[in-house]
């Protein structure tokens, strides 16, 4: 299975600041890495695909870079409702492996 | 804009069977452009991938629960479906269905059911 690694754990952050958040492959993936945003008691929701490519109605504060099995999830700027838990995923090739998840909340 | 929805017993007994299904909307589960996916979230923790099946009934499962796991599909009803046999309280989890599109964005997990609590308890 390929291992995706996911840091940081958490992260506590501002309105108005901009965060990244990492993830690492133990191989490579080709650039199939998505990035999932998921609120309390909710589905996850798709945010990036393909690395850096912005789902459909997600705001463009959203983007997502790569390079060689390092991928990187930014938000420019913070609002509110940003304040969620962040998942890479992997699409490479089955299993479908994801990252153990970035918890970020309010400081 | 396809809508999934996950459904069956909340509860379910050690060495019992949990079987649920998703019943999809907004579009036909013989689409060929999708995978029906099982993925699963244990209790304040990440996402497990489970497996998927094609409306021609290719299935791929994770290896680490292909031996007790059977998915299917039933075109007629629009639903597709996810067996797991010999549970115990390490299968808790909240089981969401979610669509893969083949060769759409990146295949990523597009559309996702809200998710479903099945607790594994006597």
């Not at chain 1, 965060?19 to 609120?39: D, E, M, P």
């Not at chain 2, 013989?30 to 290719?58: C, D, M, V």
């Not at chain 2, 499962?61 to 390490?90: C, E, G, M």
């Not at chain 2, 295949?107 to 006597?122: A, D, P």
Request: hydrophobic share 30%; charged share 10%.
């Amino acid at each position: 299975d390929i291992q995706m690694t996911q840091s940081p754990s958490s992260l506590s952050a501002s309105v108005g600041d901009r965060v990244t958040i990492t993830c690492r492959a133990n191989q490579s993936i080709s650039g199939y890495l998505n990035w999932y945003q998921q609120k309390p008691g909710k589905a996850p929701d798709l945010l990036i695909y393909s690395a850096s490519r912005l789902q459909n109605g997600v705001p463009s504060r959203f983007s997502g870079s790569e390079s060689g099995t390092d991928f990187t999830l930014a938000i420019s700027s913070l609002q509110p409702e940003d304040f969620a838990n962040y998942y890479c995923q992997q699409s490479y090739i089955p299993p479908y492996t994801f990252g153990q998840g970035t918890k970020l909340d309010i400081k | 804009q396809l809508q999934l929805q996950e459904s069956g017993p909340g509860l379910v007994k050690p060495s019992q069977t949990l079987s649920l299904t998703c019943t999809v909307s907004g579009g036909p589960v013989s689409s060929a452009a999708y995978f029906w996916n099982w993925i699963r979230q244990h209790p304040e923790k990440g996402l497990e991938w489970i497996g998927y099946i094609h409306f021609t009934g290719n299935t791929y499962y994770n290896p680490s629960l292909k031996s007790r796991l059977t998915i299917s599909v039933d075109t007629s009803k629009n639903q597709f479906y996810l067996n797991l046999n010999s549970v115990t309280a390490a299968d808790t989890a909240v089981y969401y269905c979610a669509t893969r599109g083949i060769a759409l964005a990146g295949n990523s997990f597009q559309h996702w059911g809200q998710g479903t609590l099945v607790t594994v308890s006597s």
